[in-house]
């Protein structure tokens, strides 16, 4: 919605200010240059990025036009299944959930939370850290700093798209440039003979290359860029929440403990209240 919006603002405003300042739509009318600029950024994209990487930012655009994915009741949806595998753990014993662990479409704790259990990536760094803490006695530091190095991993390729997408960005108002000389180029062959009006016409036209690349730089693309870095970071705070938990249990803390610490990672128009979140878990036990 957002995305729809500010681009709404972006176009409105630049053609509200051309127009009422004297100037003529039809001016900035130029498909060809349009072709030149799009079509040598999209692809110096294709040629300095893997394919993973193209089919991500199709994604994550795509993404921008959803709301995000961790809300404020998946987190408590997320703090619940966390605290009902802790506390199975602390009264039955680390072996209690062994099953759980290995099979979690089949486990009646993940079952509980459909959507959690929906995100393979989610589940994945779940059970591998729990498989770990049933596997033996893990040192806290240990397994948090093995936890920090594997969500700098996943930190670094979900923010992979935004930065491709934001090289693109960078070299757009270049390629604006490219289609302005090669409008001169054109201007300079037909010189001769030509009177003023249709030179001046000529290089009015070119400059509108170096404007749509301007324009579609900083006014979408690098926007784009940032909103897909942003929700990156954001759906990166549901796996350091987990981190904390787990790291906070193996230190010794008892669930609900272990639960408040990971709490007070998540900001503030996400995060439930300390009562709020006390009678959720009360309810999940």
């Not at 994604?59 to 949806?77: C, E, I, S, T």
């Not at 790291?247 to 610490?261: D, H, K, M, N």
Request: aromatic share 8%; charged share 20%.
């Amino acid at each position: 919605m957002f995305l729809i919006i500010g681009s709404a603002i972006v176009l409105g405003s630049v053609i509200m200010g051309f127009t009422l300042s004297g100037g003529s739509l039809i001016l900035l009318w130029h498909p060809l240059e349009v072709v030149i600029i799009c079509g040598a950024a999209l692809g110096s994209f294709v040629i300095s990025n893997p394919a993973k990487v193209l089919k991500a930012v199709l994604a994550g655009v795509m993404g921008l036009f959803k709301g995000p994915r961790y809300q404020r009741n998946d987190y408590v949806d997320l703090f619940k299944l966390l605290y009902d595998i802790l506390m199975k753990a602390r009264k039955e014993g680390m072996l209690s959930i062994e099953a759980h662990v290995d099979d979690p479409a089949s486990s009646d704790i993940f079952a509980r939370y459909p959507r959690i259990l929906a995100d393979r990536h989610m589940i994945e760094f779940i059970t591998d850290c729990l498989r770990l803490m049933v596997g033996g006695n893990l040192d806290p530091h240990e397994l948090e700093s093995m936890l920090e190095y594997e969500l700098e991993t996943h930190h670094h390729e979900a923010s992979e798209p935004a930065h491709a997408l934001q090289k693109v960005a960078d070299a757009l108002p270049g390629f604006g440039i490219v289609a302005a000389v090669m409008g001169i180029i054109n201007t300079m062959a037909s010189i001769a003979g030509a009177d003023v009006a249709t030179i001046g016409e000529k290089v009015a036209a070119a400059l509108v290359g170096t404007f749509i690349g301007i324009l579609v730089a900083y006014g979408f693309v690098a926007p784009i860029s940032a909103a897909m870095e942003k929700r990156a970071s954001d759906e990166g705070k549901a796996f350091e929440l987990v981190k904390m938990a787990l790291v906070s249990s193996v230190r010794g803390y008892a669930p609900a403990v272990a639960i408040e610490f990971a709490r007070k990672l998540l900001f503030a128009d996400v995060r439930p209240s300390f009562s709020d979140l006390g009678t959720e878990l009360k309810g999940a036990r």
